[in-house]
């Protein structure tokens, strides 16, 4: 075929199904019509397109499968860091109960105490963000623990988001019954003229009762010396033999020895008085203004879950905290439901993170 003809032929594309030979072979020459036509597909195009659709399902199936199926589908966790059989964890068993038949799956408390909490919470801070890993925690355990330690295996600034407050109680100023006061003013004037020969117990050291009572030194003044013991059950021991003169507890672990008359409750650090002890005075109206503090329990989970995710936890543990089965038995333990939005918990969170850094550069406060 000479230039011209080739040309010819390039020009003029061959009718459909013409057969073209090239390099000695017999071709079908494939084009495009001017105006597009719909050709039915060969079998290997077929099976090229099949394949190419089922590819593309699995690839889409398995990067979103948070929305493959409703929240939850499956068992979530609940972890504690700390033993089984202290409020946090009668705390964790009752809202976990209360919320498994209103969100349809199981809520399975894990108890993974060490370090000061610091184990537990560091496995629900490296969770993956898909709700299904929560973390029950007391706030000012959790504020105090990153305004005292420089370095953390998590960001308490960034790895957890807060869910909602569930309940807080109070603690119990206290003073063993051979100490000569009957109330907060008396105290402070022994104190004051006995700088340091007063000691008082704690379950250890920078625990939040301690951090209380370092307030309250801060604002009247006082020098008693600390003491820390290994838990509260042997601090408390040693404060109603006498050993101690005077010390701090939540609520529950005060009130059988007030009741009984081993120990005296001198003052509560809410803002109101406890319904459990209804005699005893606030710290404000024994004249220190300025502490309200309780021991609040809340729940974090990791920072990047959804958002939706944590509106529905929310919902539901709000909602739980109304029951009346669930409010009686935090009355038992000594606690009020708060079931704040998320929102808020997070602003008293960051609070709470502030006073406790301004409270160790002022007291000067190190773990040993």
Request: some cysteine.
């Amino acid at each position: 075929m000479n230039k011209d003809e080739n040309k010819k032929v390039l020009a003029s594309p061959p009718a459909q199904g013409e057969r073209v030979g090239v390099r000695g072979q017999s071709a079908t020459r494939h084009h495009l019509p001017l105006t597009p036509t719909l050709s039915p597909l060969t079998r290997g195009e077929a099976v090229f397109y099949k394949r190419l659709l089922v590819g593309l399902t699995l690839c889409f199936s398995f990067s979103v499968p948070a929305f493959a199926q409703p929240y939850p589908s499956k068992p979530i966790r609940l972890i504690v860091p700390l033993a089984p059989g202290g409020p946090s964890d009668i705390l964790a068993r009752t809202i976990g109960g209360a919320i498994t038949p209103t969100l349809g799956q199981q809520v399975i408390v894990d108890n993974r105490a060490g370090a000061g909490g610091i184990l537990g919470t560091d496995l629900a801070a490296k969770a993956p963000a898909d709700g299904y890993t929560l973390l029950l925690i007391g706030m000012s355990s959790y504020t105090i623990t990153a305004a005292l330690y420089a370095k953390l295996p998590f960001d308490p600034n960034r790895d957890l988001t807060a869910v909602t407050v569930l309940a807080a109680s109070p603690f119990i100023l206290l003073v063993h019954p051979s100490l000569p006061v009957l109330n907060v003013q008396q105290l402070i004037a022994l104190a004051r003229a006995r700088p340091n020969e007063l000691n008082y117990a704690s379950g250890g050291a920078a625990t939040h009762p301690q951090m209380v009572m370092e307030i309250l030194k801060l604002k009247t003044g006082m020098k008693i010396t600390h003491i820390p013991y290994k838990g509260t059950g042997p601090a408390l021991t040693e404060t109603i033999a006498g050993q101690m003169q005077v010390s701090m507890f939540g609520i529950l672990a005060a009130l059988p020895p007030v009741q009984s008359g081993r120990l005296r409750a001198l003052a509560v650090t809410e803002a109101r008085r406890s319904a459990l002890l209804p005699e005893v005075p606030t710290l404000a109206e024994a004249g220190v203004d300025g502490i309200n503090e309780a021991a609040a329990h809340m729940i974090m989970v990791p920072a990047a879950t959804p958002k939706e995710i944590i509106a529905r936890l929310n919902r539901e543990m709000v909602a739980a905290l109304q029951n009346p089965a669930v409010k009686s038995r935090l009355a038992g333990e000594g606690a009020e439901a708060v079931g704040n939005s998320p929102e808020q918990a997070t602003a008293a969170v960051r609070a709470d993170l502030d006073k406790w850094i301004d409270v160790v550069r002022r007291t000067g406060i190190k773990l040993e």
